[in-house]
Each structure stands twice: as C-alpha cells, then as structure tokens.
C-alpha cells in the first residue's frame, strides 16, 4: 500500500529552528508537496518539490530525498503565527495526490 | 480576496437528511475537488471533476454524489446522510493539467455534524 508518514505533534520555541519529517512509500514518484494549514482555515501551499536538494523560500525550506523517500520542512526563526499543521503530500505514479496526515506543530513564547 | 468559498462553514443535521454542499471558484481552474478531512488521517478525496458536467470517483466517494453544471461550482451531495460522515469537507480547485502535480487552491471548509 502508499503510505506517508509525519509526526503527529511538534513543539518549537519562538525564534528557533524546526524540522518537521516526512517519509513515504508509493506507487511511483512525481512530486511531494508541503501546504500550511492554521486551525479552522484553508490549506495553503508552501513548496513542491521533485528533484533532490533544498530549496529555499524565504524563513521556509523544503529537501527532498528520492532515494530515501523523504523530505523535511524547516522553518527558521520561529513566529507565533507559525503554529499551524503542516501536510506532506505525495504525486504517485497516476499523478494522484497521496495525503500524510499532518503535523501540529505548537510555537511556544 | 477569498478564490474558493464554501458556502456553509458549519452544518448540523439529522440522520437521512439530504445535505447539500456548494463551493465556487473564482480562478476560471478546470480541476475541482471534494475532500473529506478527518482526525489522524490524511485529506481523502471523495470526488473530482475535469470540467463541466464531468465526474470522477476518488478514493472514498460511496454515499456522496456530485454535480457540475457550471465550471465555477462544484456541489456534494449526501443523499442520506449518516453520523460516519460527520467530518470536515473540504473543496479545492486547480489549473488544468496533470491534477496530482498542480497546486490546489483550497476552501475554508465545511464542518458537517450529523446527529
């Protein structure tokens, strides 16, 4: 089966550096996604990625490993608006979007 | 600024009540969708569409139905609704092209109570 797996549950220091994991199994690779999801909001996209590397978008980065089916969401220089879930999301091979089921992360002052 | 709305933000209803959920886009997107997000579980897509009048199956889409006959809306239906679709849904949309490698634009959903 497709499987995507996150931490349930983070907490950070305000003004510190987080990384929240993600790791996969599916049928086929054709991008991972990131969307940033406060309580009781839309998602909204963070990044996609689909070659192997970091990429970097402001206090926000996204890596990716391919060949061990992984990516990591950083988050730099902590704000309290930065308390939200945070939702890896796979491409497979059908290009259908495979959903991990989040991660809280709580930002402490 | 708002791109996709929901029309209900929360719903409370009976067991075997029809329930109707809109959503409208304002991105002219060919892609639409209905998730269903549910605690420790990831999004699970019930249902989706291409284009108007055009429907397909996702992953969870038995005792939902859904109708395009617009390109900007996008309903789900519960014909008979139960308490185990007590759930958050969620309404998105995307560009045309591969839907799986496109950003989606979501809602703010709807949370739907069934008693």
């Known amino acids: 089966g497709q499987n995507i797996d996150q931490p349930t549950e983070m907490t950070a220091t305000e003004g510190a550096i987080v990384q929240i994991n993600c790791t996969y199994q599916t049928s086929g690779f054709n991008g991972l996604f990131w969307y940033q999801q406060h309580a009781g909001e839309a998602p909204t996209f963070l990044s996609y990625?689909?070659l192997d590397g970091l990429e970097e978008k402001g206090r926000f980065s996204s890596f990716l490993s391919r060949s061990k089916g992984y990516s990591y969401l950083l988050l730099k220089e902590l704000q309290m608006k930065d308390s939200a879930s945070y939702l890896c999301a796979v491409v497979d091979s059908n290009y259908q979007l495979i959903w991990g089921a989040g991660t809280k992360l709580i930002i402490k002052p | 600024d708002v791109k996709v709305t929901q029309s209900s933000r929360y719903l409370v209803k009976r067991t075997g009540e029809k329930v109707f959920l809109e959503c409208v886009q304002d991105?002219?997107?060919?892609?639409m969708f209905w998730y269903r997000q549910d605690p420790g579980l990831g999004l699970r897509l019930i249902y989706f569409?291409?284009?108007?009048?055009?429907?397909e199956k996702g992953d969870i889409p038995e005792g939902y139905s859904v109708s395009r006959e617009k390109k900007e809306r996008f309903s789900l239906i519960l014909e008979s609704a139960s308490t185990n679709q007590t759930s958050m849904y969620l309404c998105?949309?995307?560009?045309?092209?591969?839907?799986?490698?496109?950003?989606?634009?979501f809602g703010a959903g709807s949370r739907l109570t069934v008693l």
């Open positions: 569409s291409y284009d108007v009048k055009m429907k």
């Open positions: 991105m002219d997107h060919e892609n």
């Open positions: 998105a949309s995307s560009p045309e092209g591969y839907s799986g490698a496109n950003v989606l634009t």
């Open positions: 990625n689909v």
